[in-house]
């Protein structure tokens, strides 16, 4: 159930990012290959165990925040408030969301 959870939010957000790209005039990357060099985090090989996925979800929401906090500063030099919200809301949720999952790690 939460790894369900987990995937709608994050298609709700990848939604909602898409859609401030677009605002911003600049086509939204649109494929699997588009994301996957655009991302910082590695794919996994195999099927993780549910332990195992807890873990890489952790770190993948802890680099997700720190790759906010550069995106955080670009906003702000660029004075753009729409994109600084949206960042500053992504990064509540994705270190709320780490938060959580540390604490269900044994």
């Given at each position: ?76 030099q660029a004075e753009d408030e ?25």
């Open positions: 159930m939460m790894f369900e959870e987990h995937y709608t939010e994050l298609a709700t957000a990848v939604d909602e990012i898409a859609e401030r790209i677009r605002t911003l005039d600049v086509p939204a990357p649109g494929t699997f290959r588009a994301f996957y060099e655009l991302s910082s985090i590695q794919e996994v090989e195999g099927v993780p165990s549910a332990n195992e996925m807890v873990c890489i979800l952790t770190k993948s929401h802890e680099q997700v925040v720190k790759t906010a906090r550069a995106a955080m500063k670009l906003a702000l729409s994109s600084i919200a949206l960042i500053s809301d992504r990064m509540r949720i994705h270190e709320k969301t780490a938060w959580m999952l540390r604490s269900l790690q044994k």
